[in-house]
């Protein structure tokens, strides 16, 4: 077997870098590919203590969804070329969703890219990195559906106190926005031993926090014939000992049944938060979005969900300029909106997919017409998130501490976390006589009270009520310094990136 710490561009182990661009999913599978590689035996990439200008190997985990996201590789990759030209020995690798779509396109426009490769092969990625360094040419290798289920690969997390799971990849809608679908292919589900298996296993490790992730996480089960499944899933997750808080990302409306709301509100460790994509709020864009469900219909879900649980946030995402989008399309978006009372929105201004029946439709929306709704729905967004976000001053929650979530926490001196709602909250780590609490890690529970609301955030200036130190902050404590051990990758298939079987667990009822 060839190890990649072998090669003649340097004496010590090859470094590796992963640049990811899109959604929860990719962020996900770049969690699988950091840990594939570091399987392989290669380490991540210090900028601030490395000599060369890049790491030996980068690898781009791509996003097809926007139109830009074309020219954001190719420039991208541009801005790559003098470090490849300057060291051989470089490799540079694509994934994701726009090497799935454009394939050998990629080579073509950028013909110093070693290896492309789709999203039902992510496990292939070393062994195609050692077939092009072998070779001396690119490998292109795009298959049309999944081999192995992702969950299967090594994976390196980006947090040691919460954790992605996937519990389905691949949609069976057809929105004509969205080419996902041809991307990431029909929908095909886990079964539930295996996930609460996985969710078991990581708590083991210290985890306190899981997200349930699939394109269209609520209809979970239609592959096994199960329209229950994924409430049964939610209550099987709320008997996982250790298992503190648990989310889900994203459901579809058409699919978003009572059976799920209440598994929601009855199981303590399922959070008051849900992410409901509207996209809009006229019953005509819906039609012509071939999305199948109505405002009336999604205005229902929303006020099922704040009757069973009250203090739900619930976010959204909206389009803005969909073909034949019309001013009174537009308002009623805008009347959901003052609806639902969201506490956040992803808002988006349309853009063409080739590839998508959308982007052949007429009736475009003029570019200017777009930006002007765009920044009325933004307004109106952020006016109702800080409203909400004001009824908080002065409430008592629980954070679970994050890392890295605060941009200023170094200057102010705060920390930050999120509440079982999700927003989140700067505090200040101050025991009642002003000395600081020392100690609160990543991980930890502290308990605060909200003393200031803005609209995407909330802060906590007063002092500390509570801390609980937890397994997760152990997981944490663990990490610091912690050296992966290097291995080796062959030229061929067999059993690369396949870990042992996790431990059986029993299925959801």
Not at 71 to 86: E, I, S, V
Not at 115 to 137: C, D, K, M, Y
Request: net charge negative; proline share 6%.
């Amino acid at each position: 077997m060839s190890s990649v710490d072998s090669s003649p561009v340097h004496a010590g182990p090859r470094t590796y870098e992963v640049r990811t661009h899109g959604c929860q999913m990719n962020v996900h599978d770049s969690e699988r590919l950091t840990g594939l590689l570091e399987d392989a035996g290669y380490v991540a990439f210090d900028p601030t203590a490395a000599e060369a200008d890049a790491a030996d190997v980068v690898v781009f985990n791509t996003c097809a969804v926007r139109e830009n996201a074309d020219n954001k590789l190719y420039g991208n990759l541009g801005q790559l070329a003098p470090a490849k030209a300057k060291n051989p020995g470089m490799q540079i690798a694509v994934g994701g969703c726009l090497a799935q779509k454009d394939r050998g396109e990629i080579t073509r426009k950028a013909p110093w890219v070693d290896v492309v490769f789709g999203t039902h092969n992510i496990g292939s990625l070393p062994v195609l990195l050692e077939r092009a360094r072998v070779a001396e040419e690119a490998q292109v290798e795009i298959i049309e559906s999944l081999e192995v289920f992702p969950s299967t690969l090594p994976t390196k997390r980006e947090s040691a106190y919460a954790a992605w799971v996937s519990i389905s990849v691949g949609c069976n809608n057809t929105c004509t926005f969205c080419i996902v679908p041809s991307l990431r292919g029909k929908e095909k589900d886990r079964r539930p031993g295996e996930i609460l298996a996985e969710i078991e296993a990581l708590v083991a490790e210290g985890v306190s926090e899981v997200t349930l992730l699939g394109q269209n996480v609520n209809a979970y089960g239609v592959e096994f014939g199960d329209r229950q499944a994924f409430s049964k899933l939610l209550r099987a997750c709320g008997e996982i000992d250790g298992l503190e808080r648990v989310r889900f990302t994203s459901p579809h409306p058409a699919e978003f049944t009572d059976d799920v709301i209440e598994a929601m509100a009855e199981t303590a460790n399922v959070m008051p938060s849900l992410h409901m994509p509207l996209q809009s709020g006229s019953d005509q864009v819906l039609r012509a979005m071939r999305r199948s469900y109505r405002q009336s219909k999604f205005l229902g879900i929303i006020d099922r969900v704040r009757a069973a649980i009250p203090d739900a946030a619930i976010t959204t995402d909206i389009i803005v300029g969909f073909p034949g989008e019309t001013e009174e399309d537009f308002l009623a978006t805008m009347a959901v909106v003052e609806k639902a009372r969201f506490s956040g929105a992803f808002t988006f201004q349309y853009s063409k997919r080739p590839g998508t029946p959308a982007a052949v439709l007429e009736e475009q929306v003029p570019k200017a017409v777009v930006q002007e709704r765009y920044e009325r729905l933004v307004a109106l967004v952020n006016d109702i998130a800080w409203e909400e976000n004001k009824r908080l001053v002065g409430r008592r929650v629980d954070l679970l501490v994050s890392e890295g979530e605060g941009r200023k926490d170094t200057q102010t001196r705060r920390l930050s976390g999120r509440g079982p709602d999700n927003r989140l909250v700067h505090f200040t780590p101050t025991r009642p006589d002003g000395t600081a609490v020392e100690g609160i890690r990543p991980g930890d529970v502290v308990s605060v009270e909200v003393t200031y609301a803005a609209p995407h955030h909330l802060v906590a200036d007063g002092t500390v009520l509570d801390v609980r130190r937890t397994r997760s902050g152990d997981a944490w404590d663990l990490r610091q310094g912690a050296a992966p051990a290097a291995k080796g990758v062959g030229l061929g298939m067999p059993a690369v990136g396949i870990p042992a079987p996790l431990p059986p667990a029993p299925a959801c009822g």
